[in-house]
């Protein structure tokens, strides 16, 4: 079996942390991975990141250690540390993407008038947490609380909770003996979002 040369193997070690950044970042959010090429750009810029906040806490670090030393600073502990920047600094920016907190401000500025959601769709249901009616495509129409819902509006399904049909006079035929139904999206023409209640118990 052929091994990597010992240049490889360094930057392997090198480039890890911006990937681990990057996984950790579509594994935690609702956007969906980009190309191959974008997604070795956007570890790239996490790299050059967390490098830039390394000698930080190397610094940190070895001020702690004139209280209470483990080991001297290495190559291992260089790892160790760009690793936990990477989980650092991907849970913090998955976190500021799914609360919106970058846009946000940014909106407040003037600067955009867009959201850090990756759809519209995606927008809606996290930011008008409510009942909804499902209008499919038979005709039918399915009032109810969404426990769960699809973050691609071509694929996925509702779980739609407390449900009711709803006839054509507008009366709710209430559905108490089921927990829930489950719709596929594929299945359903428009959504409602009526104003705000809070779910039934």
């Not at 998955?94 to 846009?103: K, P, S």
């Not at 959201?115 to 109810?144: N, Q």
């Amino acid at each position: 079996m052929t091994q990597l040369p010992s240049d490889a193997i360094e930057l392997l070690a090198f480039l890890l942390p911006g990937f681990a950044a990057a996984w950790l970042f579509y594994g935690l959010t609702s956007h969906a991975k980009p190309s191959q090429f974008e997604r070795v750009v956007q570890a790239l810029i996490f790299t050059f990141v967390i490098q830039a906040f390394l000698p930080l806490l190397r610094w940190a670090l070895i001020g702690f250690g004139s209280v209470l030393a483990f080991a001297p600073w290495s190559k291992e502990s260089e790892l160790l540390g760009s690793l936990f920047l990477a989980v650092i600094l991907g849970g913090l920016i998955a976190y500021c993407t799914n609360n919106d907190l970058f846009h946000r401000r940014l909106r407040s500025f003037g600067f955009t008038s867009r959201t850090s959601h990756p759809s519209e769709w995606f927008c809606a249901f996290t930011e008008h947490v409510t009942y909804i009616i499902l209008h499919l495509k038979d005709g039918r129409r399915l009032y109810g609380w969404p426990k769960e819902w699809p973050i691609d509006p071509q694929r996925g399904q509702f779980y739609i909770q407390v449900p009711s049909w709803i006839d054509d006079d507008g009366n709710p035929i209430d559905l108490t003996q089921l927990d829930g139904i489950l719709v596929n999206v594929q299945d359903v023409e428009w959504v409602e979002f009526l104003r705000y209640e809070e779910p039934k118990k």
